[in-house]
């Protein structure tokens, strides 16, 4: 599948995504994974920062709230358009525009840094978004970015549950079949059945890599590894927002910071 036949996909889902996520139905995206992912940020106040695939720009505000003077792209132009809405409502400074992860709009060397939520694994050619951002950054800079854990979110995924309901195991299948850009129907699982009913359900195409293969991209794109994070709701959150409790038995997403492999390199040890 072409970027371009999946952009159309996300543009599809835009209008009813962006209303279902600022209705706080991502529980998931609100409650544990953007708060890990901006946790686990080093500081970046005063840096040029671009957010990559930035959706409807929830999480491009959160890190421009952090003092980052942020950029955000989007193949899907829905979501450009509530982006620059939400700007114009409150002012962050953040200037978005509709582009292609795989060819971005930019001079070489112009971030200090580059993040991408949740959308480096929709995306039907990760490896060119990665040299892309790697092409980006200035030296030193550093790429953060969150995908569904390639382990344990592959193509089969079931929560096991106890008679009263409560998660107990996660089973999983499929790791190493091939799936590229199968389109999958689903709503957000806090939608109630009437809601379900009355709402389109998104269609977003599928492309599952194997951990090693998403290892092996990074460092072809010339990044290495700084730092991993697999978000795991706290029993406070988990009862209080049930629906992540299955992230206690495995996680669900894996946050990644890597930075230009020569940063990285140690240093020469001859005189
Ligand atoms: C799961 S959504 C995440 C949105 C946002 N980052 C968030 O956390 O709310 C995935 C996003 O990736 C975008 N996307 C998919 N393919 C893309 C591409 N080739 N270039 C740029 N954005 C892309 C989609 O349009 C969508 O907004």
Redesign the pocket.
């Known amino acids: 599948m072409e970027?371009s036949e999946?952009?159309r996909y996300?543009?599809g889902?835009?209008e009813t995504?962006t209303r279902h996520?600022r209705a706080g139905r991502?529980v998931y995206?609100d409650a544990l994974n953007?708060p890990a992912f901006l946790a686990m940020l080093p500081p970046i106040e005063g840096l040029q920062g671009l957010?990559?695939?930035?959706?409807?720009?929830?999480?491009?505000r959160a890190v421009a709230r952090l003092g980052a003077r942020m950029q955000g792209?989007?193949?899907?132009p829905t979501?450009i358009r509530h982006a620059q809405s939400a700007e114009e409502a409150e002012p962050l400074g953040i200037a978005y525009r509709v582009?292609?992860?795989?060819a971005l709009p930019f001079e070489a060397g112009a971030f200090d840094f580059a993040t991408?939520?949740?959308?480096l694994m929709?995306?039907?050619d990760p490896g060119r978004?990665l040299a892309e951002a790697r092409r980006v950054l200035k030296p030193g800079g550093f790429l953060q970015f969150?995908i569904l854990h390639p382990c344990f979110m592959p193509p089969h995924r079931k929560v096991l549950r106890d008679a009263k309901g409560d998660a107990w195991a996660v089973e999983v299948g499929g790791y190493f079949g091939a799936v590229d850009g199968a389109v999958q129907q689903w709503h957000f699982e806090t939608l109630s059945t009437e809601e379900k009913a009355s709402s389109r359900p998104f269609q977003?195409p599928r492309f599952h890599r194997t951990l090693s293969q998403w290892v092996d991209a990074l460092g072809q794109a010339g990044l290495a590894i700084e730092r991993l994070v697999e978000p795991c709701a706290s029993p406070e959150l988990a009862a209080a927002e049930p629906i992540v409790a299955d992230t206690r038995i495995v996680p669900l997403a894996l946050i990644v910071r890597a930075r230009p492999s020569a940063c990285l390199d140690p240093p020469d040890p001859r005189p």
């Open positions: 970027a999946a952009g996300w543009e889902n835009a995504w996520v991502d995206r953007s957010d990559i695939g930035c959706g409807e720009g929830a999480n491009t792209i989007d193949i899907a979501f582009a292609d992860a795989a991408a939520f949740m959308s929709d995306m039907p978004a969150s977003t």
